[in-house]
Nanobody, 117 residues
Framework: QVQLVESGGGLVQAGGSLRLSCAAS????????MGWYRQAPGKQRELVAH???????NYADSVKGRFTISRDNAKNTVYLQMNSLKPEDTAVYYC???????????WGQGTQVTVSS
C-alpha cells in the first residue's frame, strides 16, 4: 500500500512562492506517473500537475507557467515549485501516483497552502 507524506505548505502573500515535497513509499516509485492534486473548501479534488516516469510534465491551465513539477527517483520524492501564487491557489495539496488514484488507493494527509491577498 502506498504511503505518501506531503510537506512544505504554509501561509504566503499573493505573488509569493512555496515548494512542496512528497515522499512516497510502498510503490516502485520510478515507474509511476506522479501527480499533485489540490482540494479547495467546497470543491472537488483536482489534478494540477503530473510527471510521467520518463519525466514528461503536464499542467492544468490554471497553474501553467507558474507551477513546476519535478521528481527525484533516488529519493522517491516529487516536488511542486509554486510561483506567483494567487488567493485562488488556496487549498490542501496532495500528491499521489496516477495509477493508485485510478484504482481508488489511499491518500496522504496533504499540506495546506493558504495565499492571502
Amino acid at each position: 500500500q502506498v504511503q505518501l507524506v506531503e510537506s512544505g505548505g504554509g501561509l504566503v502573500q499573493a505573488g509569493g512562492s512555496l515548494r512542496l515535497s512528497c515522499a512516497a513509499s510502498g510503490i516502485i516509485f520510478s515507474i509511476h506517473a506522479m501527480g499533485w492534486y489540490r482540494q479547495a473548501p467546497g470543491k472537488q479534488r483536482e489534478l494540477v500537475a503530473h510527471i510521467t516516469a520518463g519525466g514528461s510534465t503536464n499542467y492544468a491551465d490554471s497553474v501553467k507557467g507558474r507551477f513546476t513539477i519535478s521528481r527525484d527517483n533516488a529519493k522517491n520524492t516529487v516536488y511542486l515549485q509554486m510561483n506567483s501564487l494567487k488567493p485562488e491557489d488556496t487549498a490542501v495539496y496532495y500528491c499521489n501516483s496516477l495509477s493508485v488514484v485510478a484504482t481508488g488507493g489511499s491518500w496522504g494527509q496533504g499540506t495546506q497552502v493558504t495565499v492571502s491577498s
